[in-house]
């Protein structure tokens, strides 16, 4: 499938636009030239719509897990591609995400572009991350048959470079100073901003040529202990290295908090995605950046420049 020629007229549809990676998502999407935006939201009220608005994306009302199949065709209709950065449980990230995919298809759409962003969750066992194991399901159930004209994607590209993940990994505590992490500090972890990951899904999304499976892409790969260093060059201030344990006791850990609490997930994810940072097991397969040479993709340490950690 060609993308249309006409001024405006290759239509991506965003699932999840009102998120933080879909709002850079449309705004990536809208810097190539005639692209039209249907984002779809769940409550057209709420004020993060109102900047999507403003940019002139078209707005369609949807709940992604109470949808009709009606309105799902309705919400894809005319769709180059669809892409999800929806975040949710398995009723979202398996389920609806099924749903929306084979709506795509039906539609005539070229491909589905999957909430993953995330580093290489097939290469990890079941059960290491909960996030892991539903985003794994749904590319199973949603892979085509050999030879089928539409795509099923999973951009991959690491952890985000940016404090807030880093904070919410218990990896990085900026106003203490101290940088914490599980292992020897020494596996090589794959890093990317949220901008860069935006921009990578954006061209993938309106990509001509076909587009592989796993779309690895990264910004940069170091261990969390050169991290450490890199930033510390950056602020000029020295951190705190804190050695939580080992691999192993980082999956004691994690039993005993699910044990205790396990309807709260915040108290053991953190700890099964450091499982996964530290592990070695999900780092990227062969980087595709160079599909996309007018993106260059910004390393750690201009990551940490441009005030993202
Ligand atoms: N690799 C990394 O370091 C890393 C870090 C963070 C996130 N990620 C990944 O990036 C992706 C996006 O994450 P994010 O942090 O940008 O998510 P987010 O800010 O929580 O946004 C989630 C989006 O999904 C929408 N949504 C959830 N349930 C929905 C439903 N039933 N119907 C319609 N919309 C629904 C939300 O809509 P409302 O606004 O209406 O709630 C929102 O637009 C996820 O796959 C996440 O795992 C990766």
Redesign the pocket.
């Known amino acids: 499938m060609k993308r249309s020629s006409s001024p405006s007229d290759t239509l991506v549809v965003v699932?999840?636009?009102?998120?933080?990676?879909?709002r850079l998502l449309v705004d990536s999407l809208l810097a190539h030239p005639g692209v039209t935006v249907r984002a779809?939201?769940?409550?057209p009220d709420?004020p993060?719509v109102e900047g999507l608005v403003r940019e002139g994306v078209e707005l369609a009302g949807?709940?992604?897990?109470?949808a009709s199949d009606e309105a799902r065709a309705e919400v894809v209709r005319g769709a180059y591609s669809v892409v999800s950065?929806?975040?949710?449980g398995p009723e979202?990230i398996v389920d609806?995400q099924l749903s929306l995919m084979r709506a795509a298809k039906r539609a005539g759409a070229r491909r589905f572009i999957a909430?993953?962003?995330?580093?290489d969750f097939f290469s990890l066992p079941e059960g290491v991350n909960l996030?892991s194991d539903w985003r794994r399901a749904f590319a199973v159930q949603a892979r085509p048959e050999p030879g089928d004209a539409f795509e099923v994607v999973h951009v991959m590209?690491?952890?985000?470079a940016?404090a807030f993940?880093l904070g919410f990994l218990g990896a990085l505590d900026a106003e203490r100073g101290v940088v914490r992490y599980w292992g020897d500090g020494t596996t090589p972890i794959d890093w990317t901003t949220w901008e860069d990951t935006a921009r990578f899904t954006a061209a993938a999304a309106l990509d001509e040529r076909p587009v592989p499976e796993r779309l690895y892409v990264r910004g940069d790969r170091m261990d969390i202990l050169t991290f450490a260093r890199t930033w510390e060059q950056a602020h000029g201030r020295t951190v705190t290295r804190e050695r939580l344990g080992s691999l192993e006791e980082l999956a004691q850990e994690i039993e005993r908090r699910m044990a205790a609490e396990p309807r709260n997930m915040m108290a053991w994810l953190p700890l099964m995605y450091a499982r996964g940072m530290y592990g070695g097991k999900a780092l990227l397969g062969p980087v595709l950046n160079a599909r996309y040479p007018e993106i260059q993709a910004e390393t750690v340490a201009q990551a940490i420049a441009h005030g993202a950690v």
């Open positions: 699932a999840g636009a009102t998120g933080r990676l879909g779809l939201v769940r409550d709420d993060k949807f709940d992604a897990v109470a950065a929806l975040q949710g979202v609806a909430s993953a962003y995330s580093f996030n590209q690491g952890i985000f940016d993940v």
